[in-house]
């Protein structure tokens, strides 16, 4: 348990060591453990927020006019089960987020030419992840609570509050959360302390791997809206 603890505020305080030494030891169980579980109360709480809100923005997009009158009426309605799987959902999203992002991170310190396997990456993926899925969820979860809307802002966003979140530019500045950013840069960090390569190596492999995850999201995210009507 103190080790837990100890690499839990380690990422805070100190992420190129605590990541590095976490990377060189292979430990992830507990900590997964935590965020995922965490993904799921999370979206559970947050639930009636959302589902009320996803209603209100298919009810005022195209995807309406497919939709009979019963189906508009019980957009916004939900069970008990409704809501735990979208609770389990979530939780197995979560875990192929953190999956994914490991093997990209990897393969771009790989081609680059740094040392470990997948494992050692993917430890410090989950690490670094208690700053962007589990320090940032506990906010947007606790501001979507208090505000009753899931359209919360943690990153450049917030400084265009009358921007249209279906638009290109929004979509762009999305890419910009203060604590994706800050999850990058500690992983950064703790993979030259691993890998002891130079900072400017590991932080322009990491700025890659930025670019390349933002431009598949702007388009995937775009491209979909305009496909669903939205």
Known sequence: MNEFF???????????????????????????????????????LTYPVTKVEQAKFIRNSEMADKLS????????????SQRLTG???S???????????????????????????????????VHA?????FLGGILKSSLI??????????????????????SLPFIILSQFDFFSLWYLAALALGIAFFAKISLQKSFFIAFLYFLFKSLVFVSFSYLSIKLLGM
């Open 6 to 44: 100890n690499d839990f505020f380690g990422v805070i305080g100190n992420p190129a060591q605590t990541i590095g030494k976490i990377m060189d030891k292979k430990r992830w169980q507990a900590v997964l453990a935590v965020i995922l579980l965490f993904s799921a109360i999370a979206t559970f």
């Open 69 to 80: 009158e019963e189906q508009l009426a019980n957009l916004d309605k939900f069970t008990p």
């Open 87 to 89: 609770a389990l959902f």
């Open 91 to 125: 939780l197995v999203f979560a875990g192929m987020m953190i999956v994914v992002a490991a093997f990209f991170i990897y393969l771009f310190f790989k081609v680059a030419g740094s040392e470990g396997n997948y494992v050692h990456y993917f430890s410090g993926v």
């Open 129 to 133: 992840s208690i700053l962007d899925m």
């Open 145 to 166: 609570l208090m505000k009753k809307t899931m359209l919360v802002h943690t990153g450049l966003t917030m400084f265009s509050p009358g921007m249209d979140f279906r």
